[in-house]
Nanobody
Framework: QVQLVESGGGLVQAGGSLRLSCAAS????????MGWFRQAPGKEREFVAA????????YYADSVKGRFTISRDNAKKTSYLQMNSLKPQDTAVYYC????????????????????WGQGTQVTVSS
């Protein structure tokens, strides 16, 4: 089991930046590939970014590529999502998720692969 708690959301103007954090507790953090998803009002939850257990492999949705950066610190049991050049369409509740995968360099991006989820943090980007 792993418990996830997101933080760092808030209100920011278009063009601004935020860094989300996902703190994990419980079993060894490095055993999990990590991901970030988001859900806007009236829309389905969508994939944003993912990172392998090693931290070396990452994968992004086209809508955030070049603007968002996912990272992790296994010693601190924390995953991060650095969001730059934010747009109003980035407004959503952001969730971090953990996927127990055996491969050290495997990235997963399908929500069904993630067995553990945080409670979400609201990001609002004003125009």
């Amino acid at each position: 089991q792993v418990q996830l708690v997101e933080s760092g959301g808030g209100l920011v103007q278009a063009g601004g930046s935020l860094r989300l954090s996902c703190a994990a507790s419980g079993r060894t953090f490095s055993s999990y590939a990590m991901g970030w998803f988001r859900q806007a009002p009236g829309k389905e939850r969508e994939f944003v970014a993912a990172i392998a257990r090693s931290g070396w492999n990452t994968y992004y949705a086209d809508s955030v590529k070049g603007r968002f950066t996912i990272s992790r610190d296994n010693a601190k049991k924390t995953s991060y999502l650095q969001m730059n050049s934010l747009k109003p369409q980035d407004t959503a509740v952001y969730y971090c998720a953990a996927a127990p995968v055996p491969e050290y360099d495997r990235v997963v991006s399908t929500w069904a692969d993630f067995g553990f989820w945080g409670q979400g943090t609201q990001v609002t980007v004003s125009s």
